[in-house]
C-alpha cells in the first residue's frame, strides 16, 4: 500500500524540480548553429528571443478575424544562424504560437522574394 501511496505523490513532489529542469535561465544564450538552434529553440520565450538577437527584421502577426486575439506570430531576423559548414543563412524565420515557436525555416534570401516559398511544401 505505501508504494501506491508514494507513485501517487511522487507527481507532486517531482513536478517544480523537473519543469525547472526544463526551463532555460535567462542567462543561458540561444545557440546559433543550425542544429543546436533547432533542438533548442522551443525553450526559449519570445521576451528571450528579443533579449538575444533583438527586435526582428520583420514580424507579422494573425489575429482571429474580427477580434484582437492574436493567433500567431511569424518573425523574421537577418545573418543569426549558421549552416553545418559555418555559413550564414540570409533569414532565419520563426513561427510563432502564442509565446511558443513551432516552426523555424531557415532561407538563402531575404524573405521577401515573393516568388521564393517560405515553407517547405513537398511534391503531391
Known amino acids: 500500500m505505501r508504494i501506491v501511496w508514494l507513485t501517487l505523490l511522487l507527481p507532486l513532489f517531482s ?17 546559433t548553429t543550425e542544429t543546436e538552434f533547432i533542438e533548442n529553440i522551443h525553450q526559449f520565450d519570445k521576451t528571450s528571443i528579443i533579449a538575444q538577437f533583438g527586435e526582428p527584421a520583420s514580424k507579422k502577426d494573425y489575429h482571429r478575424p474580427g477580434t484582437d486575439e492574436l493567433m500567431a506570430s511569424v518573425w523574421q531576423y537577418h545573418y543569426i544562424n549558421t549552416d553545418l559548414e559555418g555559413s550564414y543563412y540570409q533569414t532565419t524565420e520563426l513561427d510563432f504560437v502564442g509565446d511558443n515557436v513551432v516552426m523555424v525555416v531557415f532561407m538563402n534570401h531575404d524573405g521577401k522574394d515573393p516568388a521564393a516559398p517560405s515553407h517547405f511544401t513537398p511534391d503531391l
Open 15 to 31: 513536478s517544480p524540480v523537473l519543469a525547472e529542469e526544463h526551463q532555460p535561465q535567462s542567462s543561458t544564450p540561444i545557440p
